[in-house]
């Protein structure tokens, strides 16, 4: 029964690598986002998407793309992985748009580690 | 912009302190204000929110007021436990930007 679930939990990869990172959210909610957390744990968004249609695209390198297939779901694909992309990378969701003051929903999080 | 700006940590207090998180706000417009906490190896989780001048949110003992005079909305809790350790993140909302969350406080509350 959890409500924003991410998979994996972990993700070790070698530099130059192409890799993906699921999510899912069961709690009927409009508005799904990806976020990364670096290692001193300061949180910036990434994405977000509102009913499958892309709003917030957080001047993020285009190596990163991400994909909702529908509301329920927000994949996020990364290509030619940098050391600089390891973190700690949250799915989050809510009810209403991101800019509205409905709280957010988070999954547990993919640790992305590049070699 | 909209920021948040909340105390550094870490914050180190034996079980039963007394528990303040400061946090600051500037936002155009009348923000909501949100306290998030994170347990270790976990995602965000809501601990309390306020949508208002005045208003106070409340839950396990936390309890933050929105004060508009001085944009703060400090956290406090009466009496820690161990089990209170974590990050807590201030944010806020605005209508005109996605919310906007401060740097994070690490609490460690020992026996």
Same mark, same amino acid.
């Given at each position: 029964d959890t409500a924003v679930s991410q998979t994996p939990k972990y993700l070790v990869t070698q530099m130059g690598n192409d890799k993906s990172i699921k999510c899912e959210q069961n709690l009927g909610h409009d508005t799904m986002y990806w976020y990364k957390q670096d290692s001193k744990k300061f949180l910036k968004i990434m994405f977000s998407y509102n009913n499958k249609e892309l709003i917030i695209n957080e001047t993020? /390198?285009?190596r990163f793309s991400p994909k909702s297939p529908d509301k329920a779901h927000l994949n996020l694909h990364i290509n =030619? *992985?940098? *050391? #600089?992309? =390891?973190a700690v990378y949250f799915c989050a969701s809510s009810q209403g #748009? /991101?800019? =509205?003051n409905q709280p957010q929903h988070f999954g547990d999080g993919t640790r992305l580690s590049i070699l | 912009g909209d920021s948040v700006t909340q105390m550094e940590g870490p914050v180190t207090l034996s079980e039963e302190a007394f528990l303040t998180i400061n946090c600051t706000y500037t936002a155009t417009g009348y923000p909501s204000l949100f306290w998030y906490v994170q347990y270790p190896g976990e995602g965000l989780q809501l601990l309390l929110k306020a949508t208002k001048a005045d208003d106070k949110g409340s839950n396990k003992g936390f309890e933050a007021t929105y004060r508009k005079e001085t944009t703060s909305f400090h956290l406090e809790k009466g009496s820690v436990q161990v089990s209170d350790s974590a990050v807590y993140f201030c944010a806020l909302s605005s209508g005109n930007t996605p919310l906007v969350f401060g740097k994070g406080t690490r609490l460690s509350v020992i026996a």
């Open positions: 993020v /390198p285009n =030619s *992985l940098e *050391l #600089g992309d =390891s #748009g /991101p800019y =509205s | -």
